[in-house]
């Protein structure tokens, strides 16, 4: 596949699966080896059925989701997509109840594609500020302490 197709295939996946949440998107454009890597988790999730799960937890927590993808780079396989989104906590996320808080992020994402399907994507997104917008952490630099009990406890609980 050439880089305008992988770009073209990557584009499509993104609008179709997150801008729509059309999640059938996911059997028609992504390989089922999947590795999904995501900023703030310690291991990826590895095949298209586990990032499909992970998918459809963060959109019931935020189900209306505004993107604006603010630019695209595609050379051989892989893409490349910086977006901003907008999104209203209204189911759990991460453990935490609903708020109703508007949270603001942005975002790099990079596909690689084989064969006309997407076998790895790098989301990478800064998840402190997501909580302290969700009022979960106060605002500002965590002390490394703070860091470390949050790190041991998210290392813990994907274990269990």
């Not at 050439?2 to 059997?27: G, H, M, R």
């Not at 209306?64 to 993808?69: G, N, R």
């Not at 994402?109 to 106060?138: C, S, Y």
């Amino acid at each position: 596949m050439t880089a305008a197709e992988n770009k073209s295939t990557a584009l499509e996946f993104f609008d179709q699966a997150w801008v729509k949440a059309d999640f059938d998107a996911y059997e028609r454009y992504v390989d089922p080896g999947l590795v999904l890597h995501l900023a703030g988790y310690p291991e990826p999730f590895v095949g298209r059925e586990a990032a499909l799960d992970w998918v459809r937890t963060y959109h019931s927590a935020f189900p209306h989701i505004e993107f604006t993808v603010e630019a695209v780079l595609a050379e051989e396989d892989h893409v490349a997509l910086r977006w901003h989104s907008e999104q209203r906590h209204e189911g759990v996320y991460l453990g935490v109840k609903p708020l109703g808080t508007v949270v603001n992020m942005d975002a790099l994402q990079m596909f690689r594609l084989a064969d006309g399907k997407i076998v790895e994507v790098w989301i990478m997104f800064d998840p402190l500020n997501v909580m302290q917008q969700l009022g979960v952490l106060p605002a500002g630099l965590m002390p490394k302490p703070v860091l470390a009990i949050v790190n041991t406890v998210r290392r813990v609980r994907n274990r269990s």
